[in-house]
């Protein structure tokens, strides 16, 4: 389970920004950019995955001549 950063270091982050927040509105956000950054994680992962089965096809066909 992956640790999840604490209202105290996401009060240090934000800096004098978070000088109005409550716990629980900072919590929400943690939350919500954590969620967000897990989406992106996704997105760029399977993005990799795509673009290297392309480059792994790419060769093959250049090795192979196939498809020509």
Do not use: N, P, Y
């Not at 950063?5 to 982050?13: H, N």
């Not at 992106?40 to 196939?66: C, K, N, P, S, Y």
């Amino acid at each position: 389970m992956k640790k999840r950063v604490s209202v105290d270091e996401c009060r240090a982050i934000l800096g004098a920004s978070a000088d109005t927040m409550t716990d629980a509105e900072i919590e929400t956000m943690r939350d919500e950019l954590e969620r967000t950054a897990d989406v992106l994680f996704d997105q760029m992962v399977e993005g990799g995955r795509e673009g290297l089965e392309a480059a792994r096809w790419d060769t093959h066909f250049r090795e192979t001549g196939e498809g020509e």
